[in-house]
Nanobody
Framework: QVQLGESGGGSVQAGGSLRLSCASS????????LGWFRQAPGKERDFVAA???????YYAGSVKGRFTISRDNAKNTMSLQMYSLKPEDTAVYYC????????????????WGQGTQVTVSS
């Protein structure tokens, strides 16, 4: 069983930075594709970024060049470094794990975290 937990959310002004982390308290994450999704109020949950077991990364167009996803298999963690944050980045951010990163690109995951709030003020 994989139990995911996010940390690092908070409030920041536009142009600022935040780093989100996701850790597993269960099985190792090294065999899973990992990703981040976000859901703004009144909107559907959207794909943000994913990283394969081999370290290949994928990003939504809206965050490419501003966000960086990474994983540390030794620590059983994943991170999302967010730069140049915009008010439209405000959302609850969820980490997710899937058998393949390709599944995450289709918004399919085997495991989800509970989410962490990111608020960007103008």
């Amino acid at each position: 069983q994989v139990q995911l937990g996010e940390s690092g959310g908070g409030s920041v002004q536009a142009g600022g930075s935040l780093r989100l982390s996701c850790a597993s308290s269960g099985r190792t994450l090294s065999t899973y594709g990992l990703g981040w999704f976000r859901q703004a109020p009144g909107k559907e949950r959207d794909f943000v970024a994913a990283i394969s077991t081999g370290g290949l990364t994928y990003y939504a167009g809206s965050v490419k060049g501003r966000f960086t996803i990474s994983r540390d298999n030794a620590k059983n963690t994943m991170s999302l470094q967010m730069y140049s944050l915009k008010p439209e980045d405000t959302a609850v951010y969820y980490c997710a794990a899937a058998g393949r990163a390709a599944d995450l690109l289709r918004s399919k995951a085997d495991y989800w975290g509970q989410g962490t709030q990111v608020t960007v003020s103008s």
